[in-house]
């Protein structure tokens, strides 16, 4: 369905400024390969609250009903939520003790707040995935959040000392209502925590994978507050991370419960000197990302065309938006390597590419990291620190990245 007004502010003042031309929605692994359902995924900016969002809704109902991503798949989340609760929960008092964490997944974030002793609730729409966080100890609601389900924990619970949002805070269709429910929810002096892709870093790092059907809108500092302060909210503190090519952990309060740090203010202040409230700098983006789809077709079919294997590392749901849109498929890369057991034996929608498990294959010549953000992780392998894994990675432009380097 597409959007007539802006999902923030409501104003219809909204110009094209990216289109990724028609995808699937990047989860929508099937065990069998051919068609897969498409949809526009083209990126507006809104003129008047300046925020960057996609033009179509995606039903949730389609993209949430069965889900494969994994928080626990990977290693290095764990040590960074580990790291958000240390921060979180180091001025509680005795009595703030309950934590919620919207769209939980398998639990992973809240296992670091029941190891210190907090009483904890996972709100998670995906059975599948629920039902991993409740038999590893973690109580969830399927369901998703809103504020008619805020008003059912009130009831069961009391109010939250601590909600949490990761990575999940823009897919949501009836934001205004989720905000409300977290107003609702969150304790006088309680902390609410979104963590997101940081769009100045997706931006400057030419990250148009990252822009898909899940992520309806994308947040600098300012246009997050925007909608907060809509609500009584506001931030009162940030961090940046290193996590899915460069995250922001936004630290918010009720209005005025909390001194605003000096972090927030120069964020702000950073992203209005960079521009990030204008359209011209979406434009430019754009033509930034027609030109890196050339540049990353044309290598990878260069090395084929060369007798060189190459194979797809990781099967994340940015992969689905790089495979499509730059025309890559089993003709290029014939596999998918993967550690995630709920994607293995599928294929990457559009593209029929099969995802297998990592330990089942040859080495190839090459690996396209799909799985870009753990670069550092992945150079970590015996593989690559022998010399003999290459992986090809595509942002901010395409290259190879060996052990001699």
Not at 233 to 261: N, Q, R
Not at 339 to 365: A, L, Q, R, T
Request: hydrophobic residues 35%; proline residues 3%.
């Amino acid at each position: 369905m597409e959007i007539n007004c802006c999902r923030v502010c409501g104003s219809t003042n909204l110009d094209d400024v990216l289109d990724l031309g028609n995808q699937p929605w990047g989860n929508d692994f099937r065990r069998t390969p051919g068609y897969a359902d498409k949809y526009p995924l083209i990126g507006v900016f809104c003129n008047e609250c300046t925020t960057f969002q996609i033009k179509h809704n995606v039903s949730k109902e389609v993209m949430y009903e069965e889900h494969t991503y994994l928080s626990g798949a990977n290693a290095s989340m764990l040590s960074h939520f580990q790291s958000v609760a240390d921060k979180a929960c180091k001025n509680l008092t005795n009595d703030e003790n309950f934590v919620v964490d919207i769209g939980s997944n398998d639990g992973t974030l809240l296992q670091t707040y029941k190891k210190k002793g907090l009483k904890v609730l996972g709100v998670e729409p995906c059975k599948n995935i629920s039902n991993k966080a409740i038999n590893s100890g973690i109580p969830t609601l399927i369901d998703f959040f809103n504020n008619e389900v805020a008003n059912t924990i009130i009831a069961d619970h009391g109010k939250a000392d601590i909600i949490s949002a990761a990575n999940v805070f823009y897919h949501v269709e009836e934001l205004h209502d989720i905000v409300k429910g977290i107003k609702n929810l969150l304790s006088d002096n309680g902390t609410f925590i979104v963590q997101g892709t940081y769009l100045p870093n997706l931006i400057n790092n030419n990250e148009f994978d990252i822009i898909y059907h899940e992520h309806l809108l994308y947040y600098r500092i300012e246009n997050l507050n925007f909608l907060l302060n809509k609500f009584g909210l506001e931030v009162f503190d940030v961090d940046f991370a290193d996590v899915h090519g460069g995250s922001f952990i936004a630290f918010i309060s009720h209005t005025s419960s909390k001194e605003i740090s000096k972090n927030v203010k120069d964020a702000i202040l950073k992203e209005r000197e960079s521009k990030f409230h204008e359209k011209e700098t979406y434009v430019l983006f754009a033509e930034r990302v027609k030109e890196l789809r050339s540049s990353i077709h044309n290598m990878l079919k260069d090395l084929v065309s060369k007798g060189n294997t190459i194979y797809a590392y990781g099967a994340p749901v940015k992969g689905t938006v790089m495979m499509n849109y730059c025309n890559i498929d089993s003709s290029i890369t014939p596999l998918a390597v993967e550690v995630n057991k709920e994607k293995i034996g599928k294929y990457i929608p559009g593209v029929d590419v099969k995802v297998v498990d990592e330990m089942s294959v040859e080495e190839p010549d090459y690996y396209f990291l799909l799985s870009w953000n753990f670069l550092e992780v992945f150079k970590n392998s015996k593989e690559f620190k022998s010399g003999k894994r290459k992986f090809i990675v595509p942002v901010p432009e395409p290259r190879i990245v060996c052990k001699e380097d």
